[in-house]
């Protein structure tokens, strides 16, 4: 199979993130935390050593970064976390279920009211968008890095200092981000960063990672033993375990460390350019092709991560994608869990078929969807 | 080492359940219910495929088993969704932190209010003391199915029977309940069942699972991607996408369906016989030596999951758990998130040690452990 699904979740996984994941169900399946036993302690120092290698990554303490099941439920924590009764919320018009879902769901039981920005090519156009649109009762700013769909990334340094200036707070869902798009989140002046560590990370699926920096004070969504502070029914005040009630992924996070020390080793900036020239080559091809839709200038063109999206002949995006899938190609049809980028593209009727390789994607892969997709 | 800390989580984990878990993060790494490939759709079976076994375990539909990283998760979930402004709670007095703390979470928040009723061995007594607590709001009543402390089961059926008569909702913790106890819970008239996968069901850890009867109605706490009714920023009314927003641990859940089987394979009943047979075999051997002290009736002489819970000379349970972890000997000291029960045994300030064997816990594990404690 040719795999052009990686932003659902990269696959394969490099050897190292299944052989440390696999070794860690045998070996690390222990309480972290919560046992004084060698085992139970050994666990602990080696999520602990993960929490670390996020920290070099994105720029967090080691203690405030919060493992969770994805990316989903840090954005949720997140959100949920900062707002109170009569919060005013600012997001874009490029967001993933992922945060427009629970915002929505804030805003439907009454709690906060929200506005939608719209993303914009020309990042002074974009800022001026956002600002236009802030309000006295804005608390919050969240924001994708870059499009699941269309790929297309926010200015995220320029944006949080906007966020600094009004005394907002300033979410990232660096779902499309982390691992792909060389950035320092906590010294770009993001508050909260969420990752989904089974994407560019390259870690095993069900590891998240919501990463705070410190000092932010946010109510918790879900409270449980923590192994801490056990005779006080309070949530813990401090980090990681505050966020992190009940056991962990354990193997999930030792693969995720494994999957961290790759992209370490590989260089951001090397995969963002290897990436970048499969879709920029797919792009250019397409563009040549009649039958082709394309909805976004070239990615080489603007910042962007390495997504693109395209339609074919009339078909659905679904045809599409069920007869590549047919021929052995794995794409992704439909709306990416992502209305509101569709809308904005005026793609939500029909949806897209999106590509997203990863670091293993390689020239013949391209070649063969190249081909195949001709065609059809 | 010998393991004596397994309802922290069990250890080790069956070869076919690291086998299934670790196969799966090469062959089912890829995001199940959203692409149309081969590769994805065959995940989404594996996935359903272990709903229907836990359907087959618990008793609910298969569509009504939700997977979450943990059982704290599926409790948060359970208790939050179905409570509104102004409901009372009550729990038992031997509840876990994954129950007391987002319970006392919503009553500091001023939603709810809540009421603890009192264990009791007697069952009729047991059930008195719940029925007198009743109020005309009350909701929900959540109660675990056996204590992590002292083995103390409760009387599901019967506590389901009451909240029935009365219009209430009940909520079960089996954390140490499922794989150990036998019950079916939907038939014992349970609305919602929190299970721990990586427990008595020898799942690997990250899977936990909030079941529920059909035709339930709950909020959720966690919105998000489902890849269905994407067009709709209201999250899904139907099961399981509702309450699965983002992506699932899919080697965790194949993992998890290996160690169902594997249950399955056991029986449950042999299982509970097999392992209240090794701590009544320890509860009598400590009974017989003057320095243990212990706090409940033998585990043979009651409604009791295999647990129990000691502690030895004047020592801190800190104490006795470190000497015999430098032994080899792994046990669980301190309050075991459990405060409300340490207070409810008068342990709150020493804490306890605690037992709790596994199939795999032998005979001679046990007079390993005994013959060290006599020399601690």
């Known amino acids: 199979m040719i795999y052009l699904d990686n932003s659902a979740t990269t696959n394969p996984k490099p050897l190292s993130v299944i052989s440390c994941a696999s070794l860690a169900l045998k070996n690390f399946s222990y309480n972290s935390g919560r046992g004084g036993y060698k085992q139970s302690v050994n666990t602990s120092e080696k999520i ?8 070099a990554l994105l720029g967090y303490d080691a203690q405030n970064i919060i493992f969770t099941q994805n990316c989903t439920t840090a954005l949720n924590m997140a959100v949920k976390g900062l707002v109170k009764n009569g919060d005013h ?5 490029l967001e993933h279920n992922a945060v427009s879902r629970p915002v929505d769901t804030l805003a439907k039981r009454g709690i906060i009211t929200y506005n939608i920005f719209e993303y914009d090519y020309d990042e002074d156009v ?6 236009s649109q802030i309000k006295p009762n804005t608390k919050l ?3 994708t890095h ?8 926010f200015p995220i340094k320029r944006i949080a200092e906007i966020a600094q200036k009004n005394g907002i707070c300033f979410v990232v869902d660096a779902a499309q981000g982390a691992g792909v798009l060389e950035m320092n989140y906590a010294d770009a002046g993001v508050d909260i960063c969420c990752v989904a560590g089974h994407k560019g990370l390259y870690g095993p699926m069900a590891t998240g990672i919501m990463a705070m920096r410190d000092g932010l004070k946010l109510d918790t969504i879900i409270e449980g033993g923590t192994g801490s502070s056990s005779l006080n029914l309070e949530q813990p005040d401090f980090n990681p375990d505050r966020f992190e009630a009940g056991s962990l992924n354990n193997s999930g996070i030792i693969g995720l460390g494994a999957g ?3 992209v370490s080793r590989k260089g951001i900036k090397n995969i963002h350019k290897h990436e970048i020239g499969i ?24 910042k962007s991560a390495p997504i693109i999206s395209f339609n074919y002949k009339d078909y659905s995006s679904e045809k599409t994608a069920n007869l590549l899938a047919a021929r052995g190609i794995a794409t992704r049809a439909g709306l990416h869990c992502a209305p509101l980028a569709h809308k904005a593209f005026g793609t939500e009727k029909r949806g897209t078929v999106r590509i997203s390789p990863s670091v293993f994607t390689t020239q013949n892969d391209c070649e063969i969807f190249l081909n195949t997709l001709k065609k059809l």
Do not use: M, Q, W
């Not at 602990?48 to 920290?55: D, T």
């Not at 919320?89 to 018009?93: G, P, V």
């Not at 974009?126 to 600002?131: E, M, R, T």
């Not at 879709?279 to 603007?302: E, G, M, Q, R």
């Open 48 to 55: 602990y050593a993960v929490r670390e290698k996020a920290s």
């Open 89 to 93: 919320i600012l997001i874009s018009n």
């Open 126 to 131: 974009l800022i001026h968008n956002i600002i």
């Open 141 to 143: 700013i969240v924001c």
């Open 146 to 153: 870059a499009s699941n769909v269309f790929g297309c990334a």
């Open 260 to 262: 961290i020390d790759f």
């Open 279 to 302: 879709v920029a080559y797919i792009y250019d091809c397409l563009k040549k092709n009649p039958n082709a839709v394309l909805y976004t200038p070239s990615p080489t063109s603007f």
